[in-house]
């Protein structure tokens, strides 16, 4: 509703992952360069962990627009399953046929289509999200599809993506040898002060507005307060301002207004 009051050409602050609006602090910029980096030279295990709301999936979708055709990708975003129901949906999004087959043919075949790709000089990636959700046993499972290898390349580059629990279970004892095989690990942290304002100019300016600042010193220091530099807080209250602001026939966002719809 305040799109046109605002001379908005699109909302700025959607929950939904877009890449378009990856705000390139530095953190989010080394996240990304860690994952292309750990894809590209084929390290095996990758992790990137953060809290909930902190923009882990946009820099798996902004990461997934980096991967050039030579990358073949399976995407799991419900990780609580079995290796063999998992070996299902990794077939799926690799194109592969998978029905009447038992777990150890899947793995069979799987085998053959990573060698047969890499010989074509492609990468497999398989992106598994939500991973805290795992237990130990589905981790050590995982861990076997990283003994598909050559003598000189990882066949299948695997990106785990969770909450910090994530980390916890990785640390525990039975899975000492699945923590040997992580070769790069990202926490995403929440954006200070500084990076909270940056990333609200970010997004207002990709919507094509260009006109004077919007939200003032004011409300910036009360939505890092509130938010603690969490993007998807921020992203919320910064929309329930703009519609406020909109409401109240005001074209600035003040600390009074902030308060008002916290």
Known sequence: MYLSYFGFKEHPFNVTPDP??????????????YLVYGIRMRKGFVV????????????????LERLDDSHRVAHLVHSNMSLKDMLRFIFRDYGLEAA???KSELLLDLQVFLTALDQRGGNAVL???????????????????SNIETAKNKLIQIVLVGQPELLHLINATELRQFKQRI??????????????????????KM????????????????????TEG?????????????????????????KKLIRQVI
């Open 20 to 33: 378009k609006f990856l705000y390139f602090g530095e953190a989010y910029q080394d996240a990304l360069a």
């Open 48 to 63: 990137l962990t953060g809290e909930i709301g902190i923009g882990k999936t946009t820099v798996i979708n902004a990461l």
């Open 100 to 102: 009447g087959k038992s």
């Open 127 to 145: 992106i598994i999200d939500e991973a805290q959700n795992l237990r130990s046993w589905q981790l050590e499972e995982i861990r076997l599809l």
């Open 183 to 204: 070769s790069l690990h990202f926490h995403l942290k929440a954006l200070n002060r500084d990076e909270t304002e940056n990333y609200i100019d970010y997004r207002v």
């Open 207 to 226: 919507t094509g507005y260009q006109g004077k600042k919007i939200f003032e010193d004011g409300a910036l220091d009360e939505i890092y307060h509130f």
């Open 230 to 254: 969490i993007p998807r807080l921020i992203n919320a209250l910064c929309d329930k301002a703009l519609i406020k602001a909109c409401i109240s026939n005001q074209r600035k966002v003040d």
